[in-house]
Every structure is written in structure tokens, then in C-alpha cells.
């Protein structure tokens, strides 16, 4: 079987890619962020008989020597290391454009020289801004709405460039909002379930008008791995969606009602996003996926939802509902 790194194997969706590749009987290496702790992040959580089969390189995408030290003898990569959160990046740009512009870079340039078979760049709705139409296709217009976003379509078009201009074999793979059991509680589903299971009666909120389209994790990973099973996806920006959306309101009444159907929600002026960088619907078209791989959802919104509830449920300690996470 193919042998493949995932960067960012210890986040939220590479943990949960890691853990398929696995499964599905790849050689996986995978990179993750070097820490004095020796903390492989949500890798840590894996059942022992898996984590032993995958290979762990502790680097920095950051860095360009050790990205390409991390790649070599890789067939593959799924390149998902990046900052992610977008009130994080108003304050510390810079720390997203290093990781999200110059990382992608290091894994092109690596990729470059070491003729990588297929690399995966991740990609985000997010780079689409609200829709100016819908679904929104993968034609759709940029725009940049947070420094987050900014720095995503710079290494979205820097993997464009290294296909065009070098004939690398890169995809660009675009999942729209992904929720799922590891998640963040900077991400506003964890953010509302944590609080109810605490045990709070008002759950605080920013805009509750935006809507998203969400993808369960597991749809996610499979997405990524059948966009790298396929010949026609060289080249090509691909959506992951389920081409429904939700508004945060409706999504938060969904989960009360699962939870403590008592509880009320607050809006919390300190979440909400400066005006003009709110994006305010998202709606993803899947055509193209569908059409060039055998990829379909294969949960629902509410079986997503039980089961990453009955996730945080077990997992709640890891969490500090108090604050407002960044």
C-alpha cells in the first residue's frame, strides 16, 4: 500500500485521516508540531495497536529542511498543518501567513524535489467569503474576509502556481465547515455543546444569522482519500460538501433540544465578528466530487451531531466552558 504523510496528523481532521489511512492499510507517516512535551496532540488518543503502526516525525512546516526531511520516501501527501482560527489570526497575522503561506510552500518546494506522486493541498470554504451565489461552486470568486482567509487563498493560488508552472500533481481540497468528536472549542458546535453539558442554562453565542454547510469528520477524511484514489482530481480545487446549510441559530435549537431543552441563548458581543468579515452564508456545491470520485456523505446532520455529543460527553474535562476559546 501506498506509503503517505499527513502534516497536521495531530489536529482535529488529520487525526481523524491518520486514523483511516491506518484502517485502510496505508504506510502512514505523520508530521506533527514539535513540543518540548513530546505531545502528539489528538494522536495521543489513538488506541495503542494503531499509534504503533504509524510513524511519527516531530517538526515544523515552518521549517523548510524539515518538511523536506519529513517527505522523503513519501509517495503521497496530505498537507493539512495551518492555523485555523479566525479571531486568532486579527491579532497575530503574521503567525498565518509563516505557517498557511510559507508552510505550503515548504511541502510544494519539498514536493518539487523529491517528484512527490500526488500532493494534497487543504484548502477552506472559507476562501470563498459569503456566497455571492449558491451553491457555490468551485468558480466561485475569492475574498478575502479575515487574515486567516487571506492567507488560504495565497496557498491555495501558491499550488495552482507549482501545477501550472512545474506540472506538479497537486489537488487542492476544499471541505467546508467540519464538525465532529476532537473538535476545537474555538469551533461553534464544540463551543455549544461543552456549555450545555456543563450544565449551563444560557448559552453564549455570537451571530446567530450566519449559515454553514457542515460536514461530519469521517465524511471529511473519506473525501480527502477518495480525491487521492482518483486520476481526474490532478490540478483540480475540490469541494467537500454536503450541499445543505444550517444557520447557527437552528443548528444551537437542534442541540438544546438534544441536550437541555431549558436553556436559552445569549448573544456575546465579544464573539461576534467585525461586520465586514462576517461570513454570512455558506453553501457548498458538490457536483464536481461526486463527479470525479465515488465520494457521498454518508451521515446526517443529527447522527453527526449524537455522536459527537456523546463524544464530548466523555471528553468534557478537556475542555474550559468559562471562557471564550480563540
Request: aromatic share 10%.
Amino acid at each position: 500500500m501506498k506509503k503517505v504523510l499527513v502534516t497536521g496528523s495531530d489536529g482535529f481532521i488529520g487525526s481523524h485521516l491518520t486514523e483511516l489511512l491506518v484502517e485502510q492499510g496505508y504506510d502512514v507517516k505523520a508530521f506533527t508540531y514539535y513540543n518540548s512535551f513530546n505531545n502528539w496532540g489528538w494522536l495521543d488518543t489513538l488506541p495503542k495497536d494503531k499509534l504503533d503502526q504509524i510513524e511519527i516525525f516531530s517538526g515544523d512546516i515552518r521549517d523548510p529542511n524539515g518538511v523536506y526531511e519529513a517527505m522523503k520516501g513519501v509517495e503521497q501527501v496530505f498537507h493539512l498543518a495551518a492555523l485555523i482560527a479566525i479571531p486568532f489570526s486579527y491579532h497575530s497575522p503574521d503567525s498565518y501567513v509563516d505557517t498557511n503561506i510559507k508552510g505550503t510552500l515548504n511541502v510544494l518546494q519539498a514536493a518539487r524535489k523529491l517528484d512527490t506522486e500526488k500532493i494534497m493541498i487543504t484548502s477552506t470554504s472559507e476562501v470563498y467569503g459569503t456566497a455571492q451565489y449558491v451553491p457555490i461552486d468551485e468558480k466561485h470568486p475569492y475574498q478575502g474576509q479575515s487574515p486567516y482567509s487571506a492567507t488560504k487563498i495565497g496557498a491555495d493560488r501558491l499550488a495552482e502556481s507549482f501545477y501550472r508552472s512545474f506540472e506538479m500533481p497537486v489537488t487542492i481540497v476544499r471541505p467546508f465547515n467540519t464538525y465532529g468528536p476532537r473538535q476545537s472549542a474555538r469551533a461553534v458546535i464544540p463551543t455549544i455543546i461543552t456549555q450545555l453539558l456543563s450544565g449551563k442554562e444560557e448559552i453564549r453565542l455570537g451571530s446567530l444569522t450566519p449559515t454553514r454547510d457542515f460536514n461530519f469528520v469521517k465524511d471529511t477524511a473519506n473525501g480527502f482519500i477518495a480525491i487521492a484514489k482518483s486520476d481526474k482530481t490532478i490540478g483540480q480545487e475540490i469541494n467537500i460538501a454536503t450541499q445543505q446549510e444550517i444557520s447557527i441559530g437552528e443548528l444551537a435549537e437542534e442541540i438544546i433540544k438534544q441536550i437541555n431543552p431549558k436553556a436559552k441563548i445569549v448573544c456575546d458581543e465579544q464573539r461576534l465578528r467585525p461586520e465586514k468579515s462576517e461570513v454570512n452564508r455558506l453553501l457548498g456545491c458538490n457536483k464536481k466530487i461526486m463527479e470525479l470520485t465515488d465520494w457521498r456523505p454518508q451521515y446526517t446532520f443529527s447522527q453527526g451531531i449524537e455522536e459527537t455529543i456523546a463524544w464530548l460527553r466523555d471528553n468534557l474535562q478537556s475542555y474550559k466552558t468559562d471562557i471564550y476559546n480563540v
